[in-house]
């Protein structure tokens, strides 16, 4: 009878052991907790108690999509989870209510698809500019994404200068280019190559067609998509948070919101230029080692600019992004 008892004994024990934790990847944040992604389930994690605790003052945000979490699962898809693990990159901005704080949007990125549209609503190659500032600055590789290339069949005019010729700018400067439509098909095999095995984040103005693109490559997402604003030509809000979206074929997607100004975290006016590409090769002929490129003497790049080898647009989008990060008016 007493060895009878004694597989009861041990199951019994195990069964008061605490489980084993895992590591998983969030692909959502929401009020209170997250979703975390581990192999083929998904948990729903609140964070310990401890960790909001020891938040640091200085972020907004204790998890981020794309962070690593080390969990404990508690039965019935729930988990508690205890520690973020050390990020390899993170895509950041300032909290639009306190702009000491830093509100990290996302972290551990491969690549920054920037989407772009010809037209409804127009090219915007400031924000653009900022998009690539942003990518440069966390060493993600950047992809161009020009959407809705079916407003201008062939790269025909759009008013000023032809789509491709605008855009070639970007190619001379080794940015990787794609020409897509949602409508058509054009260009979305290569996107889709683009976005395998990576996770990626894909980010623009609202209304450029992210949601029309993911839909259109991955049907089984079902995003929401809107038309855009004929009062003001913009893009309407579709995508409410950000996600992290599993793709079929591999790899992952960060679906953000659209963004009117891409926030730059504490990036500091000198490295600025050090960011634009088509200034690098020019500027060691300035004469001094941290020229900002706006009225100092003997300024290689400005003098590049009035021969006409540096793009007009180009530089007038960097004086205004400087402007954004010194706080100060730019010629």
Request: with cysteine.
């Amino acid at each position: 009878m007493k060895d009878d008892k004694l597989p009861q004994e041990r199951t019994r024990g195990e069964a008061q052991e605490k489980p084993a934790p895992l590591v998983g990847t969030v692909i959502e944040v929401l009020a209170g907790g997250c979703r975390v992604q581990h192999a083929e389930e998904l948990f729903w994690c609140v964070p310990r108690g401890i960790l909001k605790r020891e938040r640091k003052s200085r972020q907004r945000n204790l998890v981020a999509v794309g962070d690593r979490v080390r969990f404990l699962p508690a039965g019935r898809g729930q988990g508690v989870f205890e520690a973020v693990l050390p990020r390899r990159n993170k895509l950041t901005r300032p909290d639009p209510f306190n702009p000491k704080l830093e509100h990290v949007i996302a972290s551990n990125l491969d690549q920054m698809i920037i989407i772009v549209s010809v037209q409804e609503p127009p090219l915007d190659r400031e924000i653009l500019d900022r998009c690539l500032l942003a990518a440069e600055n966390l060493n993600l590789a950047p992809v161009i994404c020009v959407n809705k290339v079916d407003l201008a069949p062939e790269g025909g005019p759009r008013g000023r200068t032809p789509l491709r010729d605008e855009m070639r700018v970007y190619a001379e400067m080794g940015y990787r280019m794609l020409f897509t439509s949602a409508v058509t098909g054009a260009g979305l095999e290569t996107l889709k190559e683009a976005l395998k095995g990576k996770t990626s984040a894909m980010t623009g103005y609202s209304g450029v067609g992210k949601s029309s693109l993911l839909n259109a490559i991955e049907p089984g997402l079902g995003l929401k998509v809107r038309e855009v604003s004929e009062k003001t030509a913009l893009g309407k809000h579709t995508t409410a948070s950000v996600r992290l979206l599993a793709l079929s074929f591999g790899g992952y997607v960060l679906d953000t919101p659209g963004v009117r100004e891409f926030g730059l975290w504490r990036l500091r006016p000198w490295e600025v230029p050090k960011l634009f590409r088509d200034f690098e090769d020019v500027a060691v002929d300035c004469r001094y080692p941290k020229c900002f490129h706006v009225d100092e003497p003997d300024c290689a790049v400005r003098r590049a600019l009035e021969e006409g080898r540096l793009d007009r647009v180009r530089y007038k989008n960097y004086l205004r992004i400087l402007e954004s990060v010194t706080g100060k008016r730019q010629r």
